[in-house]
């Protein structure tokens, strides 16, 4: 069955860059054709998204972050990759990685990689 | 961007009881609506989408209706397992996620 794995740095100083990866096993990215987002969950918060990304590479991110924001694919390695720069410490959250198969909804979930900014 | 209502924020009801959570949305989304359960230390879990669509291996307790604005998710006898966080979320870009229902034991 496909399972998303995600992994990040857990520990990142105010003004440098964030960078988390998914990694996808069971499937193979570019045989599937879904929308492969991140959101994050603020402690004790609500969910936000923040970006997707199709294997064709085409991507769309929230407008809130936009500019600090990139999302990348490698279908070679079967990696969703999200760089986020300049991070404070309302960045502080657990990232998810998700799948988004046309649905308008995320049907599948990794468990998670908690970020703290701290110096 | 559309904002998600969700209420009660809070919901204080005992096992096999009816839970039913309402969302609104600031402005229409036809039926392009999902609903999820999160349990602490979890990932969330897709329950509903489509407004009314189970999602694979959901019980048939579960149950969501509405379109436009105005969406509900029920519970139609409340098992132990069910006592969670729940949220509404639509795709319209941005996708945005109401604030969550916490479904608590009474």
């Known amino acids: 069955q496909v399972q998303l794995q995600e992994s990040g740095p857990g520990v990142v100083k105010p003004s440098e860059t964030l960078s988390l990866t998914c990694t996808v096993s069971?499937?193979?990215?570019?045989?599937?054709?879904?929308?492969w987002n991140w959101i994050r969950q603020r402690p004790g918060k609500g969910l936000e998204w923040l970006a997707y990304?199709?294997?064709?590479?085409?991507?769309n991110s929230n407008p809130s972050l936009m500019s600090r924001l990139k999302i990348s694919v490698d279908t070679s390695k079967n990696q969703v990759s999200l760089t986020l720069h300049s991070v404070t410490a309302a960045d502080t959250a657990t990232y998810y990685c998700?799948?988004?198969?046309?649905?308008?909804?995320?049907?599948?979930w990794g468990q998670g990689t908690a970020v703290i900014v701290s110096s | 961007e559309i904002v998600l209502t969700q209420s009660p924020a809070t919901l204080s009801l005992s096992p096999g009881e009816k839970a039913t959570l309402s969302c609104r949305a600031s402005?229409?989304?036809?039926?392009?609506l999902a609903w999820y359960q999160q349990k602490p230390g979890q990932a969330p879990r897709l329950l509903i989408y489509?407004?009314?669509a189970r999602a694979t291996g959901v019980p048939a307790r579960f149950s969501g209706r509405g379109s436009g604005t105005d969406f509900t998710l029920t519970i139609s006898s409340l098992e132990p397992d069910d006592f969670a966080v729940y949220y509404c979320q639509q795709r319209s870009d941005p996708a945005t996620f109401g604030g969550g229902t916490k479904v608590e034991l009474k």
């Open positions: 990304i199709h294997y064709s590479g085409s991507s």
């Open positions: 489509e407004s009314s």
């Open positions: 998700a799948r988004d198969p046309y649905l308008g909804a995320f049907d599948l």
């Open positions: 069971g499937a193979s990215i570019r045989g599937d054709d879904s929308h």
């Open positions: 402005e229409s989304i036809s039926s392009v």
